[in-house]
């Protein structure tokens, strides 16, 4: 073939390839994002992903006696559009304002209608033990499942790293659970460490490494177990040598950190050079990230890094600029799915 060929082959591909893009974009759904108060941040951050995602706006009021007075500004402008809400349940007392919102969204003649419910606040109560347990995992989804279907049919329902797979089955056919995970922002951050060849990747318990061990398997693994000793669990090393790494613990969420910090200890005893954690929700009830922050004595450093998404609002708040906390952002994984 000769070069002049050659060139005109490359041209004639650099063209196609130009076109599909032009032709990808122009398929691309044009969404309205409403959210709520906590999630502004969020919101404007998926916003500026894509040029594909505008804001609006709902006006969040109450009334003397402390019930929501809403307003939902340019109902009538997304009128066959396709409508998107941010939630964050990130307690019961704000739970009934937003479901306000999301029940009436799909009513006003849109043209589909998504919920990104980031974190699934109650996924960890999702069995019964005994008989008078109530799995309120389940309520939720039940209240979820209650959306009304819009003219484009059922609402898509996006959620991270549920804390149990099986919860999928808690929804109702009405809609149509969406299941992410924040693993691929770890991955990326990770590869951008210094020696990533020592990296290997820990889990707390047998949970935590059916949850996630297929998506971190070019990683060498350990594996912590809790065994009971009397009245306490205490955590021992399963399985995996840490021994001279650089050893990040995986799992999906964080409540008070009591089982990240007994499993630090245990791979600094088996000889990791060091420790860090990821986890996708940091829930951090009653400010137990400050057990956490680096301070002054080399206690409270045990983790070189801790990451987490903002999947939770009020903790990325309040541990912003805060060693050894760093937020990986999901927007542009929200970004992605709302195209879906």
Known sequence: MS?????????????????????SELQKKKVHLFYCLECEELARNIASESDHITLQSINWRSFADGFPN?????????????VAFLASFSSP??????????????????????????????????RMEEEGDVAT????????????????????????????????????DQVLPL?????????????????????????????????????????????????????????????????????????DLVQSGGTLIECQKVLAAHGAAKVSAYVTHGVFPKSSWERFTHKNNGLEEAFAYFWIT???????????????????????SIADALQI
């Open 310 to 332: 903002d999947s939770c609002p009020q903790t990325v708040k309040a541990i912003r600029n805060k060693a050894p906390f760093e937020v990986l952002s999901l927007a542009g």
């Open 137 to 172: 995992a389940f309520t939720m989804a039940r209240i979820v499942s209650n959306i009304p279907i819009s003219r484009g049919g059922p609402t898509s329902v996006v959620i991270y790293d549920i804390h149990a797979l099986q919860e999928r089955f808690y929804f109702a």
């Open 3 to 23: 070069e002049e060929n050659a060139a005109n082959n490359k041209s004639i591909m650099e063209t196609k390839i130009c076109k599909d893009a032009i032709v």
């Open 70 to 82: 809403l307003f939902i500004n340019n109902a009538h402008d997304i009128r066959g559009q396709h």
């Open 179 to 251: 299941f992410e995970t924040g693993i691929p922002l770890l991955t990326k951050r990770l590869q951008q460490l210094p020696e990533t060849e020592k990296v290997i990747v820990a889990f707390p318990d047998d949970g935590a490494w059916k949850r996630f061990h297929k998506l971190l398997d070019q990683y060498p693994t350990v594996v912590c177990t809790k065994v009971r000793e009397g009245d306490k669990r205490i955590v021992r090393l399963k399985e995996g040598n840490p021994s001279g790494c650089h050893v990040v613990i995986v799992d």
């Open 93 to 126: 007392a704000v739970i009934f304002e937003q479901i306000s919102v999301i029940y009436l969204l799909p009513r006003l003649f849109v043209a589909s209608f998504t919920l990104v419910l980031p974190f699934f606040p109650t996924g960890s109560f999702e």
